[in-house]
C-alpha cells in the first residue's frame, strides 16, 4: 500500500483508533478506514481489549462498507468478533459469531444477495456488467484438533454471461453447493443446470488431516469422486481461464473414481 495512516486519541482504557489505506491490491484499487472504540480492561480475569468496530469503509471498485457496529475482544488468550454485518457492493455478508480461543476457531455466519462481481478476482470472466447472477450461503465450522461444520452456496437469482456464447447468457436455472466436514471427513457436492449449457452434478469425498501445525490433504487420504452431466456447450469454460477460450461441443459425462490422492 503506497500510503496508510493510523490515529488514535484518548487513554488506554478510553479510546478510538480510525486506520486510513489507500493503494491497490491484487489489481484493484483499495481506499479503505476502519474505526474503532474501546479500551483495555480486566474482567473475571481476563485482560483484553474489548470495544466495537464503527466503521469500515472501502471507496474502491468493490464498495464495502460496516452496516451496523460489531462487539470485538481482542487478548492474549482469546479474540472474539460478534455480529459484523458488512455490505459488499449490492450483497451483505454476516459474520455473527468469530472467535479464536485455546487453539480453535471457531466461526458461522450467512450471506445473500451477493453478485458474481465480487468473484470477479478469482474467475475474470464474471467481470462483466452483463452478469446478475447473485448468490445466498451459510457456513458453520469449528476447526481445532479436527474439522467440523458445514457450507452452503445457493443461486438466489440472475443469470451468467459469457462473452464468447453465441447467446450470451447461459439460463442458469440452479447452482448449489454443500460441503460437511466431519472429524476431519469432508464431503462435498455441486449441482449446477442451464437451459443453454446442460446439467452437471460432482461430488467428492477425502480426509484432512495436520502435520507441523499445517492442514491438508496426505497422499494416503482416501479421495472419491463422481462426475456425472450432459453439457449442450462448452462455452461456459471461459469462465474458469483468465485467457481468452472459445469452445464449443457437446458432451455427456458418467465417471466415478476411488482411491487415495
Known amino acids: 500500500l503506497p500510503q496508510a ?21 491484487y489489481g484493484r484499487p483499495i481506499e479503505a478506514t476502519l474505526a474503532a472504540t474501546g479500551g483495555w480492561s480486566t474482567q473475571d480475569g481476563e485482560s483484553a481489549w474489548r470495544g466495537r468496530i464503527t466503521r469500515v469503509d472501502n471507496a474502491g471498485r468493490l464498495a464495502t462498507r460496516l452496516a451496523e457496529p460489531a462487539a470485538v475482544v481482542l487478548g492474549p488468550a482469546r479474540q472474539q468478533v460478534d455480529g459484523l454485518s458488512l455490505v459488499i457492493a449490492d450483497g451483505n455478508v454476516h459474520v455473527e459469531h468469530l472467535e479464536h480461543a485455546d487453539g480453535k476457531l471457531t466461526t458461522r455466519g450467512r450471506f445473500e444477495h451477493l453478485g458474481v462481481q465480487a468473484l470477479s478476482r478469482w474467475f475474470p470472466a464474471f467481470e462483466t456488467s452483463k452478469s446478475t447472477l447473485t448468490l445466498k450461503g451459510d457456513w458453520d465450522f469449528a476447526l481445532g484438533d479436527q474439522l467440523d461444520g458445514s457450507l452452503h452456496v445457493a443461486r438466489e437469482n440472475g443469470d451468467l454471461w459469457v462473452s464468447n456464447f453465441a447467446s450470451g447468457a447461459l439460463g442458469v436455472e440452479q447452482l448449489a453447493i454443500e460441503a460437511r466436514a466431519q472429524a476431519n471427513e469432508v464431503r462435498a457436492q455441486v449441482e449446477f443446470a442451464a437451459k443453454r449449457a446442460g446439467k452437471l452434478t460432482a461430488s467428492a469425498h477425502t480426509a484432512l488431516s495436520r502435520r507441523e501445525g499445517r492442514w491438508g490433504v496426505a497422499g494416503t487420504a482416501p479421495f472419491e469422486w ?16 483468465e485467457t481468452p477460450l472459445n469452445a464449443e461441443g457437446h458432451l455427456v459425462v458418467d465417471a466415478e473414481r476411488t482411491g487415495t490422492m
Open 226 to 241: 463422481k462426475f456425472n452431466g450432459e453439457l449442450n456447450s462448452l462455452a461456459w469454460l471461459g469462465l474458469i481461464v
Open 5 to 25: 495512516t493510523l490515529q488514535a486519541r484518548g487513554s488506554v482504557a478510553a479510546h478510538e483508533v480510525v486506520a486510513q489505506a489507500r493503494g491497490s491490491a
